[in-house]
């Protein structure tokens, strides 16, 4: 898409936000009336998946339109290599400002990653100590491995760590839009503003959590199932989730989802500050919303993500730029492709990026174009022992793992994913035709062995690193004090009128 000058972007990211909930925008009866309004003018992708359902994995993905067998980011604790390139390098080299507002986890001592500017600091950890350890199965790490204390401890609060965090993101987001406004630097600009709602824990301000008091959607279509009749990889998840150590009620579920459509609501209001932002000040920009990955939210008796099931692998993906018709799309498309679409946007040459994404523009699709290349995605972080890869194509998804039997799912007629068709002699071609593109693309043990080698790598380094002297790497935003507001080298009337819009004339 050849634009003639360079549009603004601004990229609102979520986390742990399921794509079940945004068939066509919102579902109707989520209180969220700015994303509704922004839906109204965006192409809707409600078959968008992400490229491996975590937050690191995901994000590093996301970013650099590579799958984790690419760029090594297995898991929450795996580094970001700070020669990957990222659509905030691409942009920045096309000419653009890059700045993020919030989350992105990057691990690594690279806590840039081609932004010129991060307002805030990361709300997790940038060290490799939430490292999994394929050499020991099943073992659990309790102080950071999920654990079903965030459904049983679901309810109201008023402020929790999430929470301040995300209204330090609006806040840093909105000051960073009305610097934007002020045009010290004339370049375009692409501004992310990555918020870590509705992640767990389920916890909600009572403003947010009275709106679904009377929700008829705080059960699960599917509720929990035995633990013996589960497939093997849910199993682990269980176990990597301590079930045993809880009594998971209905009232605890019932709060857990209520807890998280009102964060829902709260991020309307937050991502509605800063699209009010851009409004006041009278700037334009293509607008990308879109999640890491999504929530399960109890559907299977499962929770939180780090499956391939509907619930966690699919998420929200909306855009609103100049040239694009709003409307509704079904092609299966990737958190992958979202990196040479910014590209496309931006009027960066598509055969510039091609040997560094294996993802694919959208806008082609926007104007009609088929597109027929399968969606791919990866996993091998807590909870798996190997890796698990998957294929979704038409209206079947395709999952594999060397440990586990295979799954054939028809996503059309069995949206729950109840039904395996594998064995069923009417879906061998199918079977077949999804085995030989995974054959094509995957070598299983090779993948296997290059994530033992790095989770083994990053074990020996962590542990030497916390003994003696630590430097840590968590990003510490730039606040230089002495440039900010007024000070005795500039001038005065200089400051005022430059910092200042409009400007009077």
């Known amino acids: 898409m050849s634009l003639m000058k360079k549009q603004n972007i601004l990229i609102l990211m979520v986390d742990q936000l399921t794509g079940t909930l945004f068939p066509d925008g919102p579902a109707s ?5 700015n994303l509704k309004k922004l839906a109204s003018k965006s192409i809707r992708f409600e078959n968008c998946y992400t490229a ?33 390139p990222t659509y905030a390098h691409h942009l920045r080299g096309a000419g653009y400002q890059t700045a993020l507002a919030g989350k992105m986890h990057f691990v690594g001592p690279d806590q840039l990653h081609g932004f010129e500017e991060r307002l805030t600091t990361d709300i997790y950890p940038a060290d490799f100590g939430w490292t999994p350890d394929y050499r020991k199965p099943g073992e659990r790490i309790d102080w950071w491995y999920h654990n079903m204390g965030s459904v049983t401890s679901a309810g109201v609060a008023e402020i929790s760590n999430q929470i301040e965090y995300d209204d330090e993101v609006a806040y840093e987001a909105a000051r960073k839009i009305y ?7 004339k370049r375009p600009w692409c501004l992310t503003v990555s ?21 008829n959607q705080l059960l699960p279509s599917v509720g929990a199932m035995p633990y013996e009749l589960h497939d093997p990889h849910s199993k682990r998840i269980f176990d990597a989730n301590d079930w045993r150590s809880y009594d998971i009620t209905e009232n605890h579920i019932r709060s857990a989802r ?49 499956t391939f099931f509907e619930g966690s692998a699919r998420v929200p993906l909306m855009i609103s730029a100049p040239g694009i018709e709003p409307r509704r799309e079904a092609t299966p498309v990737s ?9 496309d946007l931006a ?9 560094w994404t294996q993802g694919e523009s959208l806008i082609p699709i926007s104007s009609g174009v088929v597109r027929t290349s399968p969606v791919a995605m990866e996993y091998a972080a807590e909870a798996s022992y190997a890796p698990l890869v998957s294929l979704r194509s038409g209206k079947f998804k395709y999952n594999r793992c060397k440990l586990d039997p295979e799954q054939l799912f028809d996503l059309e007629n069995d949206p729950s994913e109840m039904n395996n068709l594998i064995g069923q002699p009417e879906y061998q071609e199918t079977l077949s035709e999804f085995q030989k593109i995974a054959d094509q693309k995957w070598d299983l043990d090779r993948f296997d062995e290059e994530v033992r080698r790095s989770q083994a790598r990053r074990w020996v380094v962590y542990d030497a690193l916390r003994n003696g002297q630590y430097f840590p790497w968590d990003y510490q935003p730039l ?27």
């Not at 009866?29 to 009336?33: D, G, S």
């Not at 090594?72 to 604790?77: F, K, P, R, S, T």
């Open 29 to 33: 009866w989520l209180h969220a009336p």
């Open 179 to 185: 610097d934007l406004a002020r045009r010290h630097d």
């Open 479 to 505: 606040k230089q004090a002495s440039e900010r507001f007024m000070r005795n080298h500039m001038d005065l009337n200089e400051v005022e009128h430059n910092q200042m819009f409009p400007r009077n004339k």
């Open 335 to 343: 958190t992958i492709d979202v990196c040479p679409t910014l590209c």
């Open 52 to 84: 491996s359902p975590l937050c690191a994995p995901g994000r590093a993905s996301f970013m650099s339109g590579q799958l984790p067998s690419i760029t090594g980011v297995y898991d929450n604790a795996a580094e970001f290599p700070s020669d990957l």
């Open 195 to 215: 918020f870590t709602h509705p992640h767990d824990p389920y916890l909600a301000r009572r403003k947010y959590w009275d709106l679904y008091e009377d929700c």
């Open 258 to 306: 209520r807890a998280y459509f009102a964060n829902i609501s709260y991020l309307d209001d937050k991502i509605g500050e800063v699209l009010d932002t851009l409004r006041r000040t009278n700037q334009e920009a293509i607008i990308l919303f879109v999640s890491d990955h999504g929530d399960m939210l109890g559907e299977r008796g499962l929770w939180f993500k780090m």
């Open 347 to 355: 009027g960066v040459s598509m055969e510039s990026i091609k040997p």
